[in-house]
């Protein structure tokens, strides 16, 4: 199980760190139970285990020897399960947690048992009850650094549900990344009403986009290779995904390089961490890598050419909400073209076909207006250049830009072009309501 790997991993690099060897049994118990399961709050939730099943009677202490003794049982007879083995599958095969059963004759070891609890509790986790485990050392050993503080959180919060050390460790990490006092994490909190139980409040979960931005900021260099699932009363897999954080960096380098000089359309790295991305995580996954693409703002395909030219959106840039949003579609656009040429020649195009309109004004004809328009709605190359072209014979001052232009149409791949297209329409936009000096 990848719990267990990266509780050994981090257990090896623990041990060296202070200076001790202590197993991953020992390790349980001398510092993992006293914060996780020695009071009335528990911090990880392992479903079914002697900690969370409310048939199991006594206290912490003698849950504890319970599980110990469970774990030497399982060991001995070769037979495990997920109420102790965190991560592992079901203990029958028609049960909804079976997936990870088999027939081979596979001995199971006692510290690979506890090492998935400790693997477990340094889980990345966020929106949709999903986690994130990477075997980064720095990255584990800042998360284990939260865990007193969600200790502390818990024993100084009324009516706090516990058992949220992923999300907890989701929430610390952004914390952390920008810029957060290690003392001063204080998660937002949402309340709820059990009929049982009555009020009770709980840590809300973070959007998933924002824990990568947050990886983002430790690692801009690396491709980081993480493990995502998501247990509960069926265990999900989502298997092993790349992070490309040098990709999802580039939202801040583009940030500097184009935006920082321009006061009227500045974002701050904040506003950029807030984008609302189009797909939720479980989709982005099926991409088999979370990059920029995975990063699609939410509502940008509104604005992307449509096949129907009546249904092309416009941006009311008169909003400062909406401006902020234009800001934002423009810049992933940036970045995931990723050629300043082409940035260059979008703001270039957009200028022209404005001097365009201007001058079929000036003639009283309206066919300019229209052809401008045809330009910004394309949603082939071929409708693309042959616009151009139609451009280019009222306005033949435009033809060394739209030569150039249509030969990096033509290199483009297919999925680069409507994004081309819709950057010139926010360029169009932008220069077009920008107010006018006198």
């Known amino acids: 199980m990848y ?7 981090f257990l090896s690099a623990w041990n060296t760190k202070v200076g001790k060897g202590l197993t991953a ?33 006594g206290t912490n202490q003698e849950k504890l020897q319970m599980l110990h003794g469970q774990i030497a049982e399982a060991v001995a007879a070769n ?41 477990a509790a340094l889980a990345l986790g966020f929106e949709g009850g999903v986690c994130l485990l990477t075997d980064r050392e720095e990255l584990l050993w800042k998360i284990f650094e939260g865990w007193k503080a969600y200790r502390k959180f818990l024993n100084g919060t009324p009516i706090i549900k516990g058992r949220q050390i992923e999300t907890w460790n989701g929430v610390w990490i952004t914390h952390l990344a920008n810029g957060g006092d290690p003392k001063g994490c ?38 980081l290779t993480t493990y995502s699932y998501k247990l509960g009363k069926s265990n999900e897999t989502l298997g092993f995904l ?56 939410d509502k940008l395909r509104d604005y992307l050419p449509q096949r129907d030219p009546k249904k092309n959106k416009g941006l009311n840039l008169t909003k400062v909400e909406a401006h902020k949003q234009f800001q934002i579609f423009k810049l992933w ?27 079929g004004k000036e003639r009283g004809k309206k066919v300019n207006d229209q052809l401008s328009e045809e330009v910004q709605g394309a949603t082939s190359l071929r409708v693309f250049v ?3 072209g139609e451009v280019l014979a009222l306005f033949p001052a435009a033809s060394e830009t739209f030569r150039k232009t249509v030969d990096n149409a033509v290199k483009m791949p297919g999925d680069q072009l409507p994004l081309f297209v819709a950057l010139i329409r926010f360029e169009y936009n932008y220069q077009k309501y920008q107010p006018k000096s006198d």
């Open 3 to 9: 719990t267990s790997f990266i509780g050994k991993k």
């Open 25 to 57: 049994r020992q390790f349980f118990d001398e510092i993992m139970f006293k914060d996780f399961f020695d009071s009335e709050l528990h911090m990880l939730q392992v479903l079914n285990s002697k900690f969370v099943n409310p048939s199991v009677k």
């Open 79 to 119: 037979r495990a399960d997920a109420s102790f083995f965190v991560g592992y599958g079901a203990a029958e095969v028609k049960a909804g947690t079976s997936g990870q059963l088999t027939s081979m004759a596979i001995q199971l070891e006692e510290q690979e048992i506890y090492a998935s609890w400790i693997g």
């Open 186 to 223: 204080v998660p937002k909190t949402e309340e709820k009403v059990d009929e049982k139980k009555g009020k009770y409040v709980l840590i809300k979960t973070i959007g998933w986009t924002k824990v990568i931005f947050a990886l983002c900021k430790q690692f801009p260099d690396e491709i």
């Open 242 to 297: 790349n992070l490309h954080l040098p990709e999802v960096h580039r939202l801040f380098q583009f940030r500097d390089k184009i935006f920082l000089n321009k006061s009227d359309s500045i974002l701050t790295y904040q506003e950029i961490e807030s984008l609302e991305p189009y797909f939720y995580f479980k989709k982005a996954a099926e991409f088999g890598a979370i990059g920029l693409r995975a990063l699609e703002p």
């Open 333 to 359: 656009i940036y970045a995931m073209l990723n050629r300043t040429e082409l940035l260059e020649l979008a703001g270039q195009i957009a200028q022209i076909l404005l001097q365009f309109e201007d001058a």
């Open 386 to 388: 042959d616009k151009l």
